[in-house]
């Protein structure tokens, strides 16, 4: 029985320390050695007190060419997330990269609850990873009150707008409260959640009223003097949290805006998110729509830096 595990932090969609969104990446032994609990995975993960944990289990117990990865917040596991998923991929295709004997990634694909993720080394000078999103997005019907935003977000009433805020879910269940906002001056308005209260899901249509919904604010088209190009600024609000870098909700407004553009072909997105927090992040989305306006293809783009490394104890069962 392993008493103690090995350990990364990793910070995501960044290539420099302290920026990004932090992950924790727990490894597992093999399965034959320990089984780890979900309460014992839930209790490491709140000990990390990051937004995710991940927990990636032995070569051993996977497919050839694929690693099976947990994901878990303080106090939930999730089927999918951005970060984690980028975090995962940055690791295994560029921190530890493994190849066969013709240099090509061992790891080709991740495995979590929402479906198989395959992964890509893009730019290995700046680690730049690509994953294909296991998506299954859905626009809600509902729309979701004008007067509840105001509620949660009272230094925000002169900015808001009924038609600029949607409800959108890029898999079941993680959903997204999307809020256009007109400035750069309205995006630095936006506070956490009024009593530390979240979006709520009472307001998915039924059959997808499950999981977490982020409140995620944007504004479009602005210059950005560090990459040179227009993007899209936005923060990701999770009642009294906000988080610096949220690539679920990323994928989910670049499918969003895709899908509302009323055409078709490819669409190429650029976020950044965590300004306002000091945690500056880079997200790329990249979203394929065919003649059907259904999503062909989601891609999610970003790189990692490591941080720390090091042992945790193993929780009692």
Known sequence: MATQLDFVTLDVFTTKTYEGNPLGVV???????SHLTQ??????????????????????????????????TESVELPFAGHPTIGAASWFLHHAAEKDSKGNAIVQNLLMKAGKVPISLQDPQTGT????VAHNVHIHETQYPLSDVVRLY??????LAPEKIALFSVVKGMSQLLIEL???????????????????????????????????????????????????RTRTILGNLEDPATGSAASGLASYLSLTSGRTGEF????????EMGRRSEIGVEVD?????????LVLKGSSVKVSEGKIVVPRA
């Open 27 to 33: 490894f597992l032994p093999p399965a034959a050695f």
């Open 39 to 72: 309460a014992q995975k839930q209790t490491i993960a709140r000990e990390l007190n990051l937004s995710e944990t991940i927990f990636v289990h032995d070569k051993a117990s996977t497919p050839s060419g694929s690693r099976t990865i947990d994901i878990f």
């Open 129 to 132: 990873v690509t994953a294909h």
């Open 154 to 159: 009272p230094t925000l009433e002169a900015y």
């Open 182 to 232: 007109p400035s750069l001056e309205a995006l630095g308005a936006v506070t956490t959640a009024y009593g530390g209260q979240a979006a709520s899901a009472s307001y998915l249509d039924h059959a997808w009223a499950e999981g977490m919904v982020c409140t995620y604010f944007y504004v479009k088209n602005v210059d950005d003097e560090k990459l040179g190009k227009k993007v899209i």
């Open 268 to 275: 190429k997105y650029d976020v950044v998110q965590g300004v």
């Open 289 to 297: 729509i065919r003649e059907s306006s259904k999503i062909e293809s």
